[in-house]
């Protein structure tokens, strides 16, 4: 099965950027339905933030990120990104990159409980 590794999190002032990755291994990104990244500040629900459709190339975007956050795929390597611009302090969060393998309808992939497989997660602090 597949495993999912974050990386590019770190410490950023606001207005800000910062990309990340998501390198998958035993498996193919392309052979998902959909791919998402979320993020989990503490105390806080898990927040789905943008999810790419691997079928037919669909993309969504939560309002609290639309405009700002940038979501994208690269097959051949294996690999899905997640690029922010003008960050923000409420940015501040554990991201995680996630999975899903069945066909799911695109209004449930902002929901994190349809995807199969997650990522450790990586930190993203923005501080003045």
């Known amino acids: 099965q597949v495993q999912l590794v974050e990386s590019g999190g770190g410490l950023v002032q606001p207005g800000g950027s910062l990309r990340l990755s998501c390198a998958a291994s035993?498996?193919?990104?392309?052979?998902?339905?959909?791919l998402g990244w979320f993020r989990q500040a503490p105390g806080k629900e898990r927040e789905g933030l943008s999810w790419?459709?691997?079928?037919?190339?669909?993309?969504y975007y939560a309002t609290s990120v639309k405009g700002r956050f940038t979501i994208s795929r690269d097959n051949a390597k294996n690999t899905l990104y997640l690029q922010m611009n003008s960050l923000k302090l409420e940015d501040t969060a554990v991201y995680y990159c996630?999975?899903?393998?069945?066909?799911?309808?695109?209004?449930?992939?902002?929901?994190?409980?349809?995807?199969?497989?997650w990522g450790q997660g990586t930190q993203v602090t923005v501080s003045s």
């Open positions: 996630a999975a899903v393998k069945p066909v799911v309808a695109g209004n449930q992939l902002l929901s994190p409980l349809p995807y199969n497989y």
């Open positions: 035993g498996g193919f990104i392309s052979d998902y339905y959909a």
């Open positions: 790419i459709s691997s079928s037919d190339g669909s993309i």
